[in-house]
């Protein structure tokens, strides 16, 4: 088994990939939330477009803005599908951050139950070693006692 000091680096090295995991998932997390909110935008630009080219055609438009209407609806909709498409990678992305975080959470947390048991193990021959100077005493006063 590693020495203390060993098990302590290593913990101490799990702590930084962890905190360094979170800060990679914060920032992930930081751009789905940027990303999703682009999105929403350009679904709502759409949404209103199409409200105003039914709303334009209904009260009779010209050909060539009825044609700049709907060219520009169609980019707007090309976008939307570019932005999901970045969401998606996103989120996928999101997810990679989460798993490896989690595994850094994990490794973190062996390194702590082999600190425990270490400690546990250090203990335990401790007090083995003093409980073999009590016997060790025990027996030498007992042995006085007997020769006296």
């Known amino acids: 088994m590693p020495s203390?000091?060993?098990l302590t680096m290593l913990t101490d090295l799990a702590d930084e990939r962890r905190d360094r995991a979170a800060r990679k998932l914060a920032r992930a997390l930081a751009m789905l939330k940027d990303s999703e909110s682009r999105l929403?935008?350009?679904?709502g630009y759409c949404v209103d477009y199409h409200a105003r080219l039914a709303q334009n055609a209904a009260?009779?438009?010209?050909?060539d803005e009825m044609r700049n209407f709907r060219d520009f609806i169609a980019r707007l909709e090309e976008a939307i599908g570019q932005q999901r498409?970045?969401?998606a990678a996103l989120q996928q992305g999101v997810a990679e951050c989460r798993t490896g975080w989690l595994l850094e959470r994990r490794r973190k947390q062996s390194f702590e139950v082999l600190i425990g048991r270490a400690d546990l193990d250090a203990?335990?021959?401790e007090a083995r070693r003093l409980q073999k100077l009590v016997d060790e005493f025990a027996?030498?006063?007992?042995a006085l006692r007997a020769a006296v």
């Open 139 to 142: 027996g030498r006063a007992a």
């Open 123 to 125: 203990r335990e021959a």
């Open 4 to 6: 203390p000091q060993q």
């Open 85 to 87: 498409a970045e969401v």
């Open 59 to 63: 009260s009779g438009v010209a050909p």
């Open 40 to 43: 929403a935008l350009l679904e």
